[in-house]
Structure formats: structure tokens, C-alpha cells
């Protein structure tokens, strides 16, 4: 357990160190994009790459439980053609599990 208590504190100090220099990026990409914004193109070139304005855009998201339960409605109603189109169209990925950690505060 000393050395969970060692990593822990380790992982404190780390995470601080990433949230101050989080803050300083912050700063200066929001500095780079008021200069590219104020270009006539949206569109630098540098030593570095190419910086540029994307559009706005859209995201659209569906509940995965609605869905599902839309189709199995669809199914229980007969309306099998429907929920056939719905079920083909649905993705499913895997996500690797992962290591929570929530802060005792």
C-alpha cells in the first residue's frame, strides 16, 4: 500500500503540473486562432504546418436505448421492414476498459 500511497502522490503532482501547462496551451491557441480568424484566407502557413479555420458544424447523436427500444416497439407493432432497416444500419464498437479514478475531495 506505500507504494499505491507513492504513485498516488506521484499522479497528484503530475496531473497539477498538466492542468497548469493545459492553462498556458489554452492561452496560446486562443492567441493562434484570433490571428488566423483575422487572416483574409482563415489560412496560415508556417515553419511549423498550416493553421486554418474550420466551419462550424453539426453533431448528431442518437440514444442507442431509445433506438433500440423504437425497434422493438416497430417489431411488436408488425412492423418488421422498419425495424430491419433501423438494425442494419447500428454500429456497435468495443472500448478497452479503462482505469477510473474520482478524487476524494
Not at 480568424?37 to 453539426?58: F, N, Q, R, W, Y
Not at 421492414?81 to 454500429?91: D, F, G, Y
Request: hydrophobic share 40%; aromatic share 4%; glycine share 2%.
Amino acid at each position: 500500500m506505500d507504494r499505491l500511497r507513492d504513485l498516488m502522490a506521484e499522479w497528484a503532482e503530475v496531473e497539477n503540473e498538466i492542468k497548469t501547462l493545459q492553462e498556458r496551451m489554452d492561452i496560446v491557441k486562443d492567441e493562434v486562432r484570433k490571428i488566423v480568424e483575422a487572416s483574409p484566407d482563415k489560412l496560415i502557413e508556417t515553419d511549423h504546418g498550416v493553421l486554418m479555420m474550420t466551419k462550424a458544424s453539426k453533431t448528431v447523436k442518437y440514444d442507442a436505448k431509445q433506438i433500440d427500444s423504437l425497434i422493438a416497439e416497430l417489431l411488436k407493432n408488425g412492423e418488421v421492414h422498419t425495424a430491419n432497416l433501423l438494425s442494419n444500419i447500428r454500429e456497435e464498437s468495443v472500448r478497452k476498459s479503462y482505469l477510473m479514478y474520482r478524487k476524494v475531495v
